[in-house]
């Protein structure tokens, strides 16, 4: 994804993870008097992010699902930069029902754990035990300090915790589970680049430069087509002497060749007038040496 917007050119996000959140069943029941092995799950997706990096940088998450598709209403999300866990929603992006943004700050040399869970909060959602919800995860910094690359070593998990039968038991029975997901590069160490930042002034240099070149290049085309104009009644004349419908043309081409004529009738008249057509000042000059050098 690349767009410019108030001068920024942003990179194209780089791909992190699959996710899954899971409000069901661990398996299908499918024998009777096998239900306490097909205990509820609730999973979540945590992802650790370490900037290693002397530059603060500014990341946003794409949270993707399709299939089945993902309800901002029955997920909660979870940042811990500071210590301290700060609760928020996923931001839709606009246009697009199947993706989703999270942005979170993260200062050079520190760490951040972003959680995105299902809303146990909400009793209906764990009666049901039926939310299942699973995507893939993008990254890309956006803040102008991490215009030069940053290391972020990203490790992301999903990490679960399995329901007892009777939630008011004296003594629930509740375990854990906790496994790591592969990244897209195999490993944890991502190098990203920050968005490249264009001052007003230079975008507003190369939008004259990028005018100017098309100015020449219209104006190239338009002479290009003026001299094919320009030739084709010569290309014409060659291959059609007479156009069909050059009658005025022939009239005039007629009217020359009777007044060259004319021309060629009185100059021939004068000669036989005994006028010369040799001018005065073209004739050689004749003397008394000439007239006196003894003939051969």
């Given at each position: 994804?690349?767009?410019?917007?108030?001068?920024?050119?942003?990179?194209?996000?780089?791909?992190?993870s699959?996710?899954?959140?899971?409000?069901?069943?661990?398996?299908?029941?499918?024998?009777?008097?096998?239900?306490?092995v097909?205990?509820?799950?609730?999973?979540?997706?945590?992802?650790?992010?370490?900037?290693?990096?002397?530059?603060?940088?500014?990341?946003?998450?794409?949270?993707?699902?399709?299939?089945?598709?993902?309800?901002?209403a029955?997920?909660?999300?979870?940042?811990?930069?500071?210590?301290?866990?700060?609760?928020?929603?996923?931001?839709?992006?606009p246009?697009?029902?199947?993706?989703?943004?999270?942005?979170?700050?993260?200062?050079?040399?520190?760490?951040?754990?972003?959680?995105?869970?299902?809303?146990?909060?909400?009793?209906?959602i764990?009666?049901?035990?039926?939310?299942?919800?699973r995507?893939?995860?993008?990254?890309?910094?956006?803040?102008?300090?991490?215009?030069?690359?940053?290391?972020?070593?990203?490790?992301?998990?999903?990490?679960?915790?399995?329901?007892?039968?009777?939630?008011?038991?004296?003594?629930?029975d509740?375990?854990q589970?906790?496994?790591?997901?592969?990244?897209?590069?195999?490993?944890?160490?991502?190098?990203?680049?920050?968005?490249?930042?264009k001052?007003?002034?230079?975008?507003?240099?190369?939008?004259?430069?990028?005018?100017?070149?098309?100015?020449?290049k219209?104006?190239e085309?338009?002479?290009?087509?003026?001299?094919?104009?320009?030739?084709?009644?010569?290309?014409?004349?060659?291959?059609?002497?007479?156009?069909?419908?050059?009658?005025?043309?022939?009239?005039?081409?007629?009217?020359?060749?009777?007044?060259?004529?004319?021309?060629?009738?009185?100059?021939?008249?004068?000669?036989?007038?005994?006028?010369?057509?040799?001018?005065?000042?073209?004739?050689?000059?004749?003397?008394?040496?000439?007239?006196?050098?003894?003939?051969?």
């Open positions: 994804m690349t767009d410019i917007s108030n001068g920024i050119i942003k990179q194209k996000l780089t791909l992190v699959t996710f899954e959140l899971l409000v069901k069943p661990i398996t299908p029941v499918t024998a009777p008097g096998t239900e306490a097909a205990r509820t799950v609730v999973q979540g997706y945590f992802l650790t992010i370490a900037n290693t990096s002397n530059s603060d940088v500014k990341l946003t998450l794409r949270f993707t699902a399709t299939t089945p598709e993902l309800n901002v029955d997920t909660v999300t979870i940042s811990d930069v500071q210590g301290t866990n700060d609760f928020s929603d996923l931001v839709p992006v246009g697009d029902p199947s993706r989703f943004t999270f942005t979170v700050g993260i200062r050079a040399n520190d760490t951040g754990l972003i959680t995105l869970l299902p809303d146990v909060t909400k009793i209906d764990i009666k049901a035990a039926k939310l299942e919800i995507g893939y995860v993008e990254i890309l910094v956006n803040s102008p300090s991490a215009a030069t690359p940053v290391n972020l070593l990203l490790t992301p998990e999903h990490r679960g915790t399995f329901l007892p039968k009777n939630l008011a038991a004296a003594n629930a509740f375990d589970l906790a496994y790591s997901i592969p990244t897209s590069t195999g490993g944890s160490l991502f190098t990203l680049s920050g968005p490249v930042l001052i007003s002034k230079e975008l507003k240099i190369e939008v004259k430069e990028f005018e100017k070149v098309q100015k020449d219209d104006l085309k338009v002479q290009a087509e003026k001299v094919q104009v320009e030739k084709l009644p010569e290309l014409d004349q060659l291959a059609n002497p007479i156009p069909v419908d050059g009658a005025n043309d022939l009239q005039r081409l007629i009217g020359l060749m009777a007044q060259r004529l004319d021309q060629i009738e009185q100059q021939t008249a004068n000669g036989q007038n005994g006028q010369s057509f040799i001018q005065a000042k073209e004739r050689p000059s004749v003397g008394q040496q000439v007239v006196n050098q003894p003939k051969n």
